[in-house]
């Protein structure tokens, strides 16, 4: 994972499962996560993760505890050595724990969830990440979310969000270098529709929260990918969704079309007053105009971009940074631009 203060650079989605679900089990402001395995795996997918937020502005560094599997246990089996553990996260009082098995936990056959199923103060859930046998980063990120939406079906519903409409943000990027910034663009975007962010599915909200999750209106998506696993959330039946955070210049404008048909929402001003705002922020980098420029990839939101500003993309011009995930919204490609200026 980088560990570059440059938003080019987004941490790396390689590793095995166990990364991918400490990105999402972390994110919960007020849980414990529990990796079950050696302390050797631990300490490693650990120090990274923890590398990485402290790169990350705003960070909050998350309450982790290992049980730390020895010779001993992977002989006879670690279920012991969990139950023990799970008592110490217990006494921290936290909102809820999450238990991260690795591969070594997974190869010995521990049963988890029957361990994990003792504990009734405090919501546990067991994410089945499997280390390296459980698949690669991204996975680990579904069975999280898996887990926690699990989760979500079992907690009272808290009061809804003063906008009305419950809004779920859904698998966002925890460890992606301005995944807050993501946020307040959607916020923004969301506001010209009178509506908000009722729910961040998962990042940075109290495990309480997540019992609005079966009571949302509308699922905003990360990705396309995210489909599979809102397809078994425990929301009302034909619960509309948009599968994507919005990109590119005639991709914000119709995430807001998207948003506003979903809810029945006559979004005409609101598009008409993001054209206004994306003139407004094209004006400001006219001086773009006739720059000779080469995208990588040339993605379609990239090339719409350079091309409403008359820039002229060519194999030969100066090559531009287009970071991986794509910035969001028409603020996004406002920081886009500024870096592009000054690689011109």
């Given at each position: 994972m980088s560990s570059s203060h440059s938003p080019s650079n987004t941490p790396s989605s390689d590793g095995c499962t166990l990364a991918g679900a400490l990105s999402v089990a972390t994110a919960v402001a007020d849980g414990v996560t529990l990796v079950h395995g050696p302390a050797g795996c631990a300490h490693h997918h650990v120090s990274l993760l923890l590398t990485t937020l402290l790169d990350t502005p705003g960070a909050r560094l998350p309450t982790l505890l290992s049980d730390d599997l020895g010779e001993r246990e992977v002989i006879f089996g670690g279920e012991a050595a969990l139950d023990e553990a799970l008592?110490?996260?217990v006494a921290?009082?936290?909102g809820s724990i999450a238990v991260i098995q690795t591969c070594v936990a997974d190869?010995?056959?521990?049963?988890?969830?029957?361990?994990?199923?003792?504990i009734r103060s405090v919501p546990v859930v067991v994410v089945?990440?499997?280390?390296?046998?459980?698949?690669?980063?991204?996975?680990?990120?579904?069975?999280?979310l898996r887990a926690y939406a699990g989760l979500a079906a079992r907690l009272p519903a808290p009061p809804e969000p003063d906008e009305g409409a419950v809004i779920a943000l859904v698998g966002e990027k925890n460890l992606e270098y301005g995944a807050d910034r993501h946020a307040d663009e959607l916020g923004r975007l969301l506001?010209?529709?009178?509506?908000?962010i009722g729910l961040r599915f998962v990042r940075g909200v109290p495990t309480a929260s997540f019992g609005l999750l079966p009571r949302a209106d509308l699922l905003v998506l990360r990705e396309p990918s995210l489909g599979a696993v809102a397809d078994r959330f425990p929301v009302r039946p034909r619960t509309p969704r948009v599968d994507g955070f919005p990109?590119?210049?005639s991709g914000t404008l119709g995430f807001l079309g998207a948003v506003g048909q979903a809810l029945d929402r006559d979004a005409t001003a609101a598009r008409e007053a993001e054209i206004e705002h994306q003139e407004t922020l094209l004006a400001r980098f006219g001086g773009l105009s006739g720059a000779r420029i080469r995208l990588p990839g040339s993605p379609p939101w990239a090339v719409e971009l350079a091309e409403t500003l008359g820039m002229k993309v060519d194999g030969a011009g100066v090559p531009v940074p287009l970071p991986d995930p794509a910035p969001v919204g028409t603020d996004g490609l406002a920081r886009l631009l500024v870096r592009w200026r000054r690689a011109l």
């Open positions: 008592d110490e996260a921290l009082s936290p190869a010995i056959g521990d049963d988890c969830a029957a361990v994990a199923s003792r089945k990440s499997g280390g390296f046998l459980g698949g690669g980063f991204h996975e680990g990120e579904r069975e999280a506001g010209r529709l009178d509506l908000g990109v590119g210049l």
